[in-house]
């Protein structure tokens, strides 16, 4: 019998034909749900890597799905897709929602508040399933190594996604459903049409966004849709394939070794959800059409025993706790990976945890009776699921913005930041007063301009049109300045922008993270090609529309060092501008740290010694910028090292204002508070007159 006549047997062209299957419960898919949760879990714990295990929970998740959807057409029943979708999310809340809000109360009481503002972000994201567009937006590293700096939250990406196509599959059945109907079409058959297409287009969308930007792709819908898309087509194809009993005993060990082989033998970090992705959704694949053989010698036998489909019972609450009990483990200790013993501890506490949540929350709601009478009970019940994180995250966030608002209220008498250091400077704050920014909103506080970039400051190359931000008028202006570099340079736009605006200036900014301004050389396009394109695009844009001054961080401190160097090639960089009759002024780098500067302060308060490290042991006794006075005539240097460190120590709080917002960076609060002083100090630098 060909594939196509099987597909079509099921059921004829027509509406109305009783079934000729019945769906039979599948012990060994239970079993590859636990192989897969396992793969995941040692795999973050002990190793730091990727598996490849999520990628066989959506295939499987898609082969249940169709087999359910495509039953529900061949017994001629409604697709109900409000029933279905309150159903199933009244079935996968409960168990999510108990972890979002264990995991929002240990990170309250274990981890620094200067992390609270992300993981309520998070928080929301996870709840809502769009946590996977979260992390994507802000370019987080799903591979770093130190597990104890990432968001509790993180392992969601994965059932947002899933939520997502949980959403969207079902619409595609309904939809194929109405056309088989209305034009007497095979479903299955026009279902494998659209399901190869939606496999294709996402394989080599997959493939492509995955070599040009592998960290964004890992969390992207449409780079994951083909793994679903195999699933759906597994499941589709299954019935019309007539595999000896040898044939599927040999494939299901081939899959089974194939796939718990995946993280072992492939560079998962590098390559991932691209082509490599194939390789562990095949070998499940291969697993389910082995099927089972009946025979002693299958794979079916091991992945059917006991423990194994108890295991997989469990394994959704397994997933969501393995990640939560890791990451706040490993802060609460101050360790960046688990060893033997304690990864042992952190598998068996969220083992135990997934048991419980599984055994007293999940399966009560889900065999709950109340809700399958109607409509309106099941969307309460689901709302009621909502409501138990949704009112505790209001309650923080609405406590958070009044805190903060008070605070602000006060801040011109209580926060006077770097005017504290200023001679005779007289503290006149409140007792009492409370450190701004607050410590929950520090992650947020960078420097920024007004908005993009416009009329003639807008650049013609797409490659840095997206960096350019501006504030000051568009039109004549007073004087135009050009703020280049990497995130150490965009701090100082809290400065030099409202300096610059109460002058009728315009400042603008080409900033890349983590690209310093420095001249072509063949060591950077070897070690940051990025960086390199990205300087020559903004020179090309510099001398079609040469700005009045240009801005560069000019030193680079070392962490909790005083090998203070000057930025590389800045004497070459500097004199090409002047030679454009560009002014230059270089700043000198701020201190870093070799550990996080706001979080010692939250945890260990502003008068620990810990939080207030002696300058000399930070910074070059004198700054590396003095090698170049009088060298490059029109590159003036601006020092604010003073108002950061009091001539013996650099703490982590000045004027009740935190100086930092992590290990290097400082926060946009500080830096505006130091901006009239940095103001006069340009101004005497360059020889600018005042307008």
Same mark, same amino acid.
């Given at each position: 019998?060909?594939?196509a006549r099987?597909?079509?047997?099921?059921?004829r062209?027509? #509406?109305?034909?009783?079934?000729?299957?019945?769906?039979?419960?599948?012990?060994?898919?239970?079993?590859?749900? @636990?192989?897969?949760?396992?793969?995941?879990?040692?795999?973050?714990?002990?190793?730091?890597?990727? @598996?490849?295990g999520?990628?066989?929970?959506?295939?499987?998740?898609?082969?249940?799905?169709?087999? +359910?959807?495509?039953?529900?057409?061949? +017994?001629?029943?409604?697709?109900?897709?409000?029933?279905?979708?309150?159903?199933?999310?009244r079935?996968?809340?409960?168990?999510?929602?108990?972890?979002?809000? /264990?995991?929002? #109360?240990a990170s309250?009481?274990?981890?620094?508040?200067?992390?609270?503002?992300?993981?309520?972000?998070?928080?929301?994201?996870?709840?809502?399933?769009?946590?996977?567009?979260?992390?994507?937006s802000r370019? %987080?590293?799903?591979? #770093?190594?130190?597990?104890?700096?990432?968001?509790?939250?993180?392992?969601?990406? @994965?059932?947002?996604?899933?939520? +997502?196509?949980?959403?969207?599959?079902?619409?595609?059945?309904?939809?194929?459903?109405?056309?088989?109907?209305?034009?007497?079409?095979?479903?299955?058959?026009?279902l494998?049409?659209?399901?190869?297409?939606?496999?294709?287009?996402?394989?080599?969308?997959?493939?492509?966004?995955?070599?040009t930007?592998?960290?964004?792709?890992?969390?992207?819908?449409?780079?994951?849709?083909w793994?679903?898309?195999?699933?759906?087509?597994?499941?589709?194809?299954?019935?019309?394939?007539?595999i000896?009993?040898?044939?599927?005993?040999?494939?299901?060990?081939?899959?089974?070794?194939?796939?718990?082989?995946?993280?072992?033998?492939?560079?998962?970090?590098?390559?991932?959800?691209?082509?490599?992705?194939?390789? !562990?959704?095949? /070998?499940?694949a @291969?697993?389910?059409?082995?099927?089972?053989?009946?025979?002693?010698?299958?794979?079916?036998?091991?992945?059917?025993?006991?423990?194994?489909?108890r295991?997989?019972?469990n394994?959704?609450a397994?997933?969501?706790?393995?990640?939560?009990?890791?990451?706040?483990?490993?802060?609460?200790?101050?360790?960046?990976?688990?060893?033997?013993?304690?990864?042992?501890?952190?598998?068996?506490?969220?083992?135990?945890?997934?048991?419980?949540?599984?055994?007293?929350?999940?399966?009560p709601w889900?065999?709950?009776?109340w !809700?399958?009478?109607?409509?309106?009970?099941?969307?309460i019940? %689901?709302?009621?699921?909502?409501?138990? %994180?949704?009112?505790?995250? &209001?309650?923080?966030?609405?406590? +958070?913005?009044?805190a903060?608002?008070a605070?602000?209220a006060?801040?011109?008498?209580?926060n006077?930041?770097?005017?504290?250091?200023?001679?005779?400077?007289?503290?006149?704050?409140?007792?009492?007063a409370?450190?701004?920014?607050?410590?929950?909103?520090?992650?947020?506080?960078?420097?920024?301009?007004s908005?993009?970039?416009?009329?003639?400051?807008?650049?013609?190359?797409?490659?840095?049109?997206?960096?350019?931000?501006?504030?000051?008028?568009?039109?004549? !202006?007073?004087?135009?300045?050009l703020?280049?570099?990497?995130?150490?340079?965009?701090?100082?736009?809290?400065?030099?922008?409202?300096?610059?605006e109460?002058?009728?200036?315009?400042?603008?900014a080409m900033?890349?993270?983590?690209?310093?301004?420095? !001249?072509?050389?063949?060591?950077?396009?070897?070690?940051?090609p990025?960086?390199?394109?990205?300087?020559?695009?903004?020179?090309?844009?510099?001398?079609?529309?040469p700005?009045? /001054?240009?801005?560069?961080?000019g030193? #680079?401190?070392?962490?909790?060092?005083?090998?203070?160097?000057?930025t590389?090639?800045?004497?070459?960089s500097?004199?090409?501008?002047?030679?454009?009759?560009?002014?230059?002024?270089?700043?000198?780098?701020?201190?870093?740290?070799?550990?996080?500067?706001?979080d010692?302060?939250?945890?260990?308060?502003?008068?620990?010694?810990?939080?207030?490290?002696?300058?000399?042991?930070?910074?070059? /006794?004198?700054?590396?910028?003095?090698?170049?006075?009088g060298? %490059?005539?029109?590159?003036?240097?601006?020092?604010?090292?003073d108002?950061?460190?009091?001539?013996?120590?650099?703490?982590?709080?000045?004027?009740? &204002?935190?100086?930092?917002?992590?290990?290097?960076?400082?926060?946009?609060?500080?830096?505006?508070?130091?901006?009239?002083?940095?103001?006069?100090?340009?101004?005497?630098?360059?020889?600018?007159?005042?307008?």
């Open positions: 019998m060909s594939v099987a597909l079509a047997s099921p059921r062209s027509g #509406a109305g034909v009783a079934p000729t299957r019945k769906s039979k419960y599948r012990p060994e898919i239970q079993g590859l749900r @636990s192989l897969a949760v396992l793969m995941v879990v040692s795999y973050h714990v002990w190793f730091g890597r990727v @598996s490849g999520v990628d066989v929970f959506l295939l499987i998740s898609a082969f249940l799905m169709t087999l +359910q959807f495509v039953g529900r057409y061949e +017994q001629n029943r409604p697709m109900a897709l409000i029933k279905h979708w309150l159903h199933l999310f079935r996968l809340l409960p168990a999510a929602v108990t972890v979002i809000a /264990a995991t929002l #109360a309250y009481l274990l981890l620094p508040r200067t992390r609270w503002l992300d993981i309520v972000d998070q928080a929301w994201a996870s709840l809502f399933y769009y946590e996977n567009a979260l992390l994507q370019a %987080v590293d799903y591979y #770093a190594t130190d597990h104890s700096l990432a968001s509790p939250f993180q392992h969601f990406w @994965s059932l947002s996604i899933q939520g +997502q196509v949980f959403i969207l599959w079902p619409l595609i059945f309904a939809g194929a459903a109405f056309l088989a109907k209305k034009y007497r079409l095979h479903y299955r058959i026009l494998c049409y659209v399901f190869a297409g939606v496999f294709l287009v996402s394989l080599v969308y997959s493939i492509i966004f995955t070599i930007n592998q960290a964004q792709a890992y969390f992207d819908t449409g780079a994951r849709l793994e679903f898309a195999l699933g759906t087509l597994v499941a589709l194809v299954l019935p019309g394939l007539r000896p009993r040898a044939g599927r005993i040999v494939l299901g060990w081939l899959g089974i070794v194939a796939m718990l082989s995946c993280g072992i033998l492939l560079n998962v970090q590098a390559a991932f959800p691209g082509v490599a992705a194939l390789w !562990p959704t095949l /070998a499940a @291969s697993i389910i059409a082995a099927g089972q053989t009946g025979s002693r010698f299958g794979v079916d036998r091991i992945l059917s025993t006991g423990p194994l489909v295991l997989g019972d394994s959704y397994l997933y969501l706790w393995h990640w939560p009990v890791l990451v706040i483990a490993l802060a609460a200790t101050g360790r960046d990976h688990a060893g033997p013993i304690s990864g042992t501890v952190i598998i068996v506490v969220a083992m135990g945890l997934a048991f419980l949540t599984t055994k007293f929350i999940e399966k889900r065999e709950w009776q !809700p399958e009478a109607n409509r309106r009970r099941s969307f019940a %689901v709302a009621a699921c909502l409501l138990a %994180v949704v009112v505790p995250l &209001t309650g923080i966030q609405v406590q +958070q913005h009044l903060t608002t605070a602000q006060a801040a011109e008498r209580n006077p930041g770097a005017q504290a250091l200023l001679p005779g400077f007289v503290d006149r704050s409140d007792g009492d409370a450190i701004l920014p607050a410590a929950e909103q520090l992650p947020a506080d960078w420097a920024t301009l908005g993009p970039c416009t009329g003639g400051l807008e650049p013609e190359d797409d490659a840095i049109r997206d960096t350019c931000s501006q504030s000051g008028p568009s039109e004549d !202006p007073v004087r135009s300045v703020v280049l570099g990497d995130s150490h340079a965009q701090q100082w736009l809290a400065a030099i922008g409202k300096f610059g109460e002058q009728g200036w315009t400042v603008y900033l890349k993270g983590g690209c310093q301004v420095q !001249p072509a050389t063949p060591e950077l396009e070897e070690t940051n990025d960086c390199k394109s990205y300087n020559d695009a903004v020179a090309e844009q510099i001398t079609r529309n700005p009045d /001054a240009i801005m560069v961080v030193t #680079a401190a070392a962490p909790s060092s005083p090998a203070e160097v000057l590389p090639g800045l004497e070459e500097a004199r090409a501008w002047t030679d454009q009759g560009i002014d230059v002024v270089a700043i000198r780098d701020n201190p870093r740290f070799d550990f996080n500067m706001a010692c302060v939250v945890t260990k308060g502003e008068d620990s010694p810990d939080c207030r490290p002696a300058q000399a042991n930070l910074l070059a /006794a004198e700054s590396p910028l003095a090698a170049l006075d060298k %490059v005539p029109g590159l003036a240097f601006v020092d604010m090292t108002l950061i460190c009091d001539g013996t120590y650099c703490p982590g709080v000045v004027g009740n &204002t935190f100086v930092y917002l992590d290990n290097n960076h400082l926060t946009r609060t500080y830096v505006a508070s130091m901006s009239s002083v940095f103001g006069e100090r340009l101004m005497a630098a360059t020889g600018w007159k005042d307008q």
